[in-house]
């Protein structure tokens, strides 16, 4: 499967931007999904997630403002963020870890966030 994301930018803060993650070459319906994101010197850390049954999971930073979904259907995962703020500055990447029969990490390229106070 690859992982092609879309739909960063710049925004002033406490405004909101939606990123999708499109997925080709295999249907994602069994896949655990997620964006991560990472800014200069700082290792990549874990957004959200959401499982092959929609289980979701959030940083402790976006809790209440960030929301990941799936569709299936369109083999899409996205992510609505809400009042954002400069710290949510970063270059945001889809990740698959694979499927629980098969484990394999798959990143796609990273889409630039910019939060501008």
């Known amino acids: 499967v690859q992982l092609q994301a879309s739909g960063g930018g710049v925004v002033r803060a406490g405004g909101s931007l939606r990123l999708s993650c499109k997925a080709s070459g295999d249907s994602i319906s069994d896949y655990f999904m997620g964006w991560y994101r990472q800014t200069p010197g700082k290792a990549r850390e874990a957004v959200a997630t959401i499982s092959s049954r929609g289980t979701t999971d959030y940083a402790d930073s976006v809790k209440g403002r960030f929301t990941i979904s799936r569709d299936n259907a369109e083999g899409t995962v996205d992510l609505q963020m809400n009042s954002l703020n400069s710290e949510d500055t970063a270059v945001y990447y889809c990740?698959?870890?694979?499927?629980?029969?098969?484990?394999?990490?798959?990143w796609g390229q990273g889409t630039q966030v910019t939060v501008s106070s």
């Open positions: 990740y698959t870890r694979g499927t629980i029969y098969l484990y394999r990490e798959i």
